[in-house]
């Protein structure tokens, strides 16, 4: 049975707030409590990519478009398919997610567009840097890497496709121990250069 619904009154809500803060920070009588001093954002860590050939078109496109980044043939190669949109979970980027089965090992790869510049971004994602290697995939640098923590789960390829884009390439291996690290970041590769292949096609 569903019970009538409780109404707080405004000033309650207050007092509450105001006891729950005093058990954290103290809450102020006379006024408000000052401002917090800025922290100031902490530097993109240093990668040193070549000069890209070209800007990539991946700003504002949608999910149905990445989709279209990895050809039939180029699925089958890596043994994917199921093209959708990606899952958010809790963040915006755009992508598209495929999902893998090698017989031995099931994995997904998901290709997403980040509007970021790939320094921040490896900063952003707890990127290992002792997993990072740069490489150049048609001309555009790219840095592989590994979650700290958790670089038996995959690997990701992070493309410099245009000023503040990164198009994120990551594949995530669903039976544990199935591949290594050499094959699960082979995996990542293969896709981004499919990706970028593509993308410089439809240019």
């Not at 995939?137 to 923590?149: D, E």
Request: net charge negative; proline share 7%.
């Amino acid at each position: 049975m569903r019970g009538t619904p409780v109404r707080v009154r405004p000033w309650s809500a207050v007092a509450a707030a105001c006891a729950a803060l005093l058990v954290v920070t103290g809450c102020a009588v006379n006024g408000p409590d000052p401002a917090p001093a800025p922290i100031a954002p902490a530097p993109a860590e240093s990668v040193e990519l070549p000069q890209r050939p070209e800007d990539l078109a991946v700003a504002g496109k949608q999910d149905d478009d990445v989709c279209t980044w990895l050809s039939a043939e180029q699925q089958q190669s890596l043994r994917v398919g199921g093209a959708q949109p990606v899952i958010r979970n809790g963040d915006n980027y755009n992508g598209c997610g495929y999902l893998g089965d090698t017989g031995a090992a099931r994995f997904a790869i998901g290709v997403r567009i980040v509007p970021e510049p790939v320094e921040l971004f490896l900063q952003k994602i707890n990127s290992s840097p002792g997993t990072r290697q740069v490489y150049v995939l048609s001309g555009f640098g790219t840095v592989q890497s590994q979650i700290g923590g958790g670089e038996g789960l995959g690997c990701d390829a992070f493309i410099d496709a245009a000023e503040g884009q990164t198009v994120w390439v990551n594949m995530q291996l669903q039976t544990p121990g199935a591949m290594n690290a050499d094959q699960m970041c082979e995996k990542a590769q293969t896709a981004a250069h499919s990706a970028v292949s593509t993308l410089q096609a439809q240019s």
